[in-house]
């Protein structure tokens, strides 16, 4: 015998089964999210511990050639200046017929510069690792250039004989006079001291510019 379920039955059939498949699956996906958070916590905990880095104790050293090559890179360095302004009076004399005395003078003033410095291709280094100490080796410092600034040449007053008149040789004579004279008045003053102390500065900031060789000792 044949029963036949009302429409209005069937549909209500219908829909609780779709209830409870969805209650399932919303437990099922429930019930997977919390499993898979816990374990991937456990395994970035895990795998934090095991990236991080150890502390080793690593030994960085400078070679002394290292040293050498950059200071030699620096070539021959100026490491002293030294301007001046000098006041002179040129006197040219000479006598007519062997007799007769007859003078000429001019009295005027210049400016020019002195220049000081180290041939950083000369230096040389040696390193003890043991006392942490760095010697250095550093040439004499040396005149580079004397330079006359012939625009600031200023005569204040000439005599002019007219028997012994100043002429051009005797200025180019004066020039190589007065770059020697401002020579050794730049000697007089201390320039090649001042230059070697300045080289021990730039050489021993540029040793210590290398980490490794921060807490050095540095003789000369």
């Known amino acids: 015998m044949n029963i036949k379920i009302p429409d209005k039955v069937k549909n209500g059939i219908y ?7 969805l209650i399932a699956v919303i437990i099922l996906c ?6 898979r958070t816990g374990r991937g916590d456990s395994d970035l905990a895990t ?11 690593v030994k960085v050293t400078v070679s002394t050639e ?3 090559d950059g200071l030699s890179d620096m070539g021959f360095l100026v490491t ?11 006197t040219k004399e000479k006598k007519l017929f062997s007799i007769i005395p007859s003078s000429s003078e001019m009295m005027y003033s210049y400016e020019g510069s002195v220049l000081a410095g180290i041939d950083f291709e000369k230096i040389r280094v040696t390193k003890d690792d043991e006392s942490k ?11 580079m250039t004397v330079t006359i600034d ?8 000439e005599s002019d004989s007219l028997w012994n008149p ?5 200025y180019n004579m004066s020039l190589s006079e007065f770059e020697e004279a401002a020579k050794n008045k730049a000697l007089e003053d201390g320039i090649l001291e001042r230059s070697d102390e300045q080289a021990r500065k730039l050489v021993t900031g540029f040793i210590k510019n290398y980490p490794s060789l921060g807490d050095y000792d540095i003789k000369f």
């Open 133 to 143: 100490t760095v010697s250095v080796e550093l040439p004499e410092s040396e005149i």
């Open 150 to 157: 012939k625009d600031t040449f200023e005569v204040y007053s």
């Open 15 to 21: 829909i609780g089964v779709i209830a409870v498949s």
């Open 66 to 68: 290292v040293l050498e």
């Open 80 to 90: 002293q200046e030294y301007y001046f302004t000098q006041v002179e009076k040129y």
């Open 166 to 170: 100043l002429k051009l040789e005797d």
């Open 30 to 35: 429930v019930t997977y999210s919390r499993d």
């Open 47 to 57: 795998m934090s511990a095991s990236l991080k880095p150890k502390e080793d104790n």
